[in-house]
């Protein structure tokens, strides 16, 4: 079976004569435990994963794209110069965004031709759409010669889906995606953008189950969680005038001005600070090697996000009690965005199998279809190469 660079190669050298240039890599990611907090300044662990998402390309002397995906059997071309907002939907938003917020930020780009593959599964939850965003931010920022601090290339990413695509998600996929490291989850402070590789224990697995649900209107239900925490913050300046964003509250801080929101700004507000605080008791957890205490963290996160920030889904909650009912199982949640996606479990290694099963069964037999399952490991971030025969 040919993997995800080697088709990303075959599909540039059927669409285009010649060699590329370059590769890039950057992989997709999974997070521990902070969900929802990033665009709140807050606290994050995500892992980069062993997935990724493939680009190879070379410049063109004019200012045109032209790309293919291996992986939709499809093409897409446009001009550097008449990138706008909105003009473009599906996948090469995503690459023509990038290219839009590098040349705002001043990096004068070449046009390219470039084919790009993936092995991150597509709306899962795993950040594919930042591992598309990074790799060919690297690509391109290398052709056009510049070299370019990764918080940079971050926060370029960052403003490609916010402006480009128009969701206002957080940073903290694509900080993963750049600042991955093998063996580690990352502890990123989403206020300073200080990122602290944390030891994870070689013990324990993370295993992934999609649930296969993709809601069609999660971009938008996302932008209105985004808009709810904004308007929390809003109203809480009444009592703390310079309240920046919910990362300044501790969670008696949120409770003694409970009164000024309404039950539903309550709810997610307290989602945001309880989770701060679950994300600095991972931290602790991992560095003395305590797995169930990490677990309970994650199960309690994945209960704060159901009941107070509402971004649930039965699939996920049948996934994670399934999970949960196993020995050897840590604990387990949804990871990411949620609305659908995946859910992930901590898991003793040697129990990997178990859950697994436990929780096809009970998926299966509550909803007629199976999930999908992948046990990630911790990666490297992103890396662009010159020499771009596949690897293998
Ligand atoms: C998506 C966004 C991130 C983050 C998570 C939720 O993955 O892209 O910025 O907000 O959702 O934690």
Known sequence: MENAEERAWRAFQEAFEGRPVLRGRAPGRVNLIGEHTDYNEGFVLPIAINRSVWVVARPRPDRRARLVAADFGESAEFSLDDLRPGSLSGWPAYPAGVAWALEEAGYRLP????????????????????????????????????TVPPLELARRCQRAENGFVGVRCGIMDQMAALFGRRGHALRIDCRTL??????????AAVLVADSGVRRALAASAYNERRAQCEEAVRRLRARYPGL???????????????????????????????????????????????????????????????????????????????????LGVCGARLTGAGFGGSVLALVR??????AQEAMARAYTMRFRRAPT????????????????????
């Open 349 to 354: 290694r040697e129990a990997v199998a178990a």
């Open 373 to 392: 399952f992948f046990v990630v490991e911790p990666e490297e971030g992103a890396t662009v190469t010159r020499e771009a025969e596949p690897s293998r």
């Open 244 to 326: 920046q964003a919910l990362r300044d509250l501790t969670p008696d801080q949120l409770e003694a001005a409970r009164p000024l929101l309404p039950d539903l700004l309550y709810r997610r507000a307290r989602h945001v600070v309880t989770e701060n605080e679950r994300v600095q008791g991972a931290v602790a957890a991992l560095a003395r090697g305590d797995l169930e205490a990490l677990g309970a963290l994650l199960n309690a996160s994945h209960e704060s996000l159901r009941t107070d920030y509402e971004v649930s889904a039965p699939e996920l909650d049948v996934l994670v009690e399934a999970a949960r009912a196993v």
């Open 111 to 146: 046009g390219l031709e470039a084919a790009v593959a993936g092995d991150v599964p597509i709306g899962s939850g795993l950040s594919s759409s930042a591992a598309l965003e990074v790799a060919f931010a690297i690509v391109w920022i290398a052709l056009g010669g510049y």
């Open 194 to 203: 200080e990122v602290e590789p944390v030891p994870f224990p070689a013990e």
